[in-house]
Every structure is written in structure tokens, then in C-alpha cells.
């Protein structure tokens, strides 16, 4: 049974996104527009009224601009997937089948993620003392939702014979290593965020407007370079596990 190291399978992934950096930048500039269109309308409509009994515009804005976001990291994961895979370059918008199916997957895997995270955090704010029993389930939940997410790379390959059950069965033996990954995976998407919020808040200090328009264009870029990073992260996964490649 081969065993996974969560700092090998990182460091793989963020040496593939750097090694071709370019090809990343030639795949995601087809959907610059896209995605900043999103952006613009989150910052010009505001966050959500969490308390609205409701469902308002800036509520509709989010999920609309929220989906279109995924669908449009689904493609670019799919063109990544398919470029260190099997060699293959993309040119423009992709909006297959493959991109189709990586998307329904992608955003049920996201769903299992965060409808659990959403009601721990309530479950925490009525009862804190739930801490130390909501904790690791969670962590629990999402180790195995990283095993299954192996299933991802698959299908942007067009591998329709490969299910959820095949990418467990692939990771069996590797709960920990595979949520090892999650975890850093995660710091590597908090230290970002981090020092996002620090410059836009040392920015907002001398000119307010000029840090909108700042976390705007760094949170675009953040988000795109955790997209390459994430579909690095699961492509080096799916070659480790089924391909049985190296790091």
C-alpha cells in the first residue's frame, strides 16, 4: 500500500503551477472578464443581510456570481488537468461536456464541505461548549471528501467509468496523509487571504477608494491562483494514486 506525503503532493503542486505559470496565465485569460464582471457586481452590490427574512439583491448577486465563479474554475481546472496529464494545450473558453460534468461534481463535493461547516458554526454560536466534538467531525468529514475528490481529475479526462467509490477505494490507507494536504492546502489559501487583508488595510488608512479597487484586483488574482493550485494539488493526488506516478 503506498502511503502519500502531504508536503510532497504540496510542493509538486506549486511547483507545477510555477514551472508553467505561463500556460496557467494563457488558460485563465480567456475568463479574466468573466470573473471580474463577478467581482465588480459582489463589490457594487455589497455582501448579503445575513438576518433578511428575505432573499434580496445582494443575496441573488452572490449565488449568481458564486456559481458562475466555480463553473468558470471547473473549466480552468479541467484544462489544467488535461495539460499536465495528457500534454494537451487549450486555447479560449472551454465549455464541454467534461466542464460540464467537472462542475456538477465540483460544486457537490463543495456543497458536502460547506452545508456541514455552515452548521457547525451554528451549532458553536448556540452551544461553544460543542467545540471539541464539532471540530473533528468536520475534519473527519473533509479528509474524506479530499479522498473522493481524486474522482475530479478523472473526469476532465473524460473518464466516465470512474466514480466516487473508485477514488476511495484508490485512497484507502491514506485518511490522514489525504487530509494532511487539506490542511495545507487550506494555510496556503488563509496566509494569502492574510496578507491580502493586511495591505488592503494598511491601504484603506491613507485612501479608502484605492484599496477597493486593490482587494478587488488581489482577491481576482488570489482566486486564481488557488484555482491552479487546488487542481495541482488534485492532479498530483490522481497521478500518485491512480496513475501511480511520483512526485
Known amino acids: 500500500m503506498r502511503k502519500l506525503s ?31 464582471i463577478c467581482a465588480i457586481a459582489q463589490v457594487y452590490f455589497g455582501p448579503p443581510d445575513p438576518m433578511a427574512d428575505e432573499l434580496t439583491t445582494p443575496a441573488l448577486v452572490q449565488i449568481v456570481t458564486s456559481i458562475v465563479s466555480i463553473f468558470v474554475i471547473s ?17 479560449g473558453i472551454r465549455f464541454d461536456g467534461n466542464s460540464r460534468r467537472y462542475f ?6 463543495l456543497l458536502a464541505m460547506a452545508v456541514p461547516f455552515l452548521l457547525a458554526v451554528l451549532m458553536l454560536v448556540l452551544l461553544p461548549a460543542a467545540m471539541t466534538f464539532v471540530v473533528p467531525v468536520l475534519l473527519l468529514l473533509w479528509g474524506a471528501i479530499m479522498r473522493l475528490s481524486v474522482k475530479l481529475p478523472a473526469v476532465a479526462l473524460g473518464n466516465r467509468d470512474y466514480t466516487f467509490r ?5 485512497t484507502s490507507g491514506n485518511f490522514w496523509p489525504c487530509l494532511g494536504v487539506l490542511v495545507l492546502n487550506g494555510l496556503i489559501l488563509f496566509g494569502g487571504l492574510l496578507v491580502l487583508l493586511l495591505v488592503a ?12 479597487v486593490f482587494a478587488m484586483v488581489a482577491s481576482l488574482v488570489l482566486q486564481l491562483a488557488y484555482a491552479f493550485i487546488n487542481a495541482s494539488v488534485l492532479t498530483s493526488l490522481y497521478g500518485y494514486f491512480v496513475e501511480r506516478r511520483e512526485f
Do not use: C
Open 6 to 36: 502531504p508536503t510532497k503532493a504540496i510542493s509538486h503542486a506549486l511547483n507545477s503551477v510555477w514551472t508553467y505559470r505561463q500556460v496557467a496565465a494563457r488558460i485563465a485569460v480567456p475568463w479574466l472578464p468573466a470573473l471580474l
Open 75 to 91: 473549466a480552468m481546472s479541467v484544462s489544467w488537468h488535461r495539460f499536465i496529464l495528457l500534454d494537451e494545450v487549450s486555447h
Open 201 to 212: 488595510g494598511t491601504i484603506a488608512q491613507v485612501q479608502p477608494l484605492v484599496a477597493d
Open 166 to 170: 473508485d477514488a476511495w477505494a484508490v
Open 104 to 109: 456538477g461534481n465540483y460544486f457537490l463535493l
